[in-house]
């Protein structure tokens, strides 16, 4: 691993169904972010977390949860998905909370 | 008014030419600020930090005014490489609980298309 993955590349999922989009980085970095992109929304943050251990809430975290057991992993997951979850979602991570993020190649999900 | 602002544009400018985008940041605490890159369908990618003093890297010009509480992109020789999403990154300080805490918020990006 090289960087910071997501899987799966994209994903047609069932409204109600239960979803987990994971996220991996190999840089060590402290914090980890999950956001979504819609058309002319822009970048929205889901969840965030500064370090191992640690989660927060960002600007949409309502149907989203996150979790952090180790420095590496910061998988979301959709308790039950909705229509409105259909999106790009993108994972980050960074050294440090003011540091540059990198970008994981984003995950494409349908709800139906 | 929200928290980072762009112009969406679509900046449509011939190669060659110099084309600048403007970001405004409502909270006059913001430290930190950045320039991020975002290719049709791809991941976004850091441009360049923006310094206070201003910052160059090549053909691209990044400024910082804080009286105004806007930063800058500055492309010269415009390629159509160039062609992209811009997006303007800000730290929001956020208090909370007697404990600070830094967010960080895109911008909705400008789009620009560098025309043969």
């Known amino acids: 691993i090289a960087g910071i993955t997501q899987a799966p590349t994209s994903q047609i999922l069932a409204a109600g169904r239960r979803m987990t989009l994971r996220c991996t980085q190999d840089?060590?970095?402290?914090?980890m972010y999950w956001y979504r992109q819609d058309l002319g929304l822009g970048l929205r943050l889901i969840h965030y977390?500064?370090?191992?251990?640690?989660?927060g809430k960002g600007e949409v975290p309502d149907g989203y949860s996150v979790s952090r057991a180790n420095t590496d992993d910061f998988p979301l997951t959709l308790a039950s998905a909705v229509p409105s979850q259909t999106s790009v979602y993108f994972c980050a991570s960074s050294a440090g909370i003011l540091n540059e993020q990198f970008f994981g190649p984003g995950t494409r999900l349908t709800v139906l | 008014r929200k928290e980072v602002e762009q112009d969406p544009g679509p900046f449509n400018v011939p190669e060659g030419a110099t084309v600048a985008f403007n970001c405004t940041y409502s909270?006059?605490?913001?430290?930190?600020f950045f320039w991020y890159r975002q290719d049709c369908r791809k991941e976004p990618k850091l441009l360049m930090s923006?310094?206070?003093s201003g910052n160059e890297d090549g053909r691209f010009t990044a400024q910082l005014n804080r009286a105004s509480q806007y930063i800058s992109l500055l492309i010269r020789d415009s390629k159509l490489s160039d062609s992209a999403t811009y997006l303007c990154?800000?730290?929001?300080?956020?208090?909370?609980?007697?404990?600070?805490?830094?967010?960080?918020?895109f911008g909705p990006g400008t789009s620009l298309s560098v025309i043969p």
């Open positions: 990154v800000v730290n929001i300080p956020e208090v909370r609980w007697k404990t600070s805490y830094d967010k960080v918020i």
């Open positions: 840089m060590r970095h402290n914090a």
């Open positions: 909270n006059s605490a913001s430290q930190s």
């Open positions: 923006v310094y206070s």
């Open positions: 977390s500064n370090t191992a251990g640690t989660t």
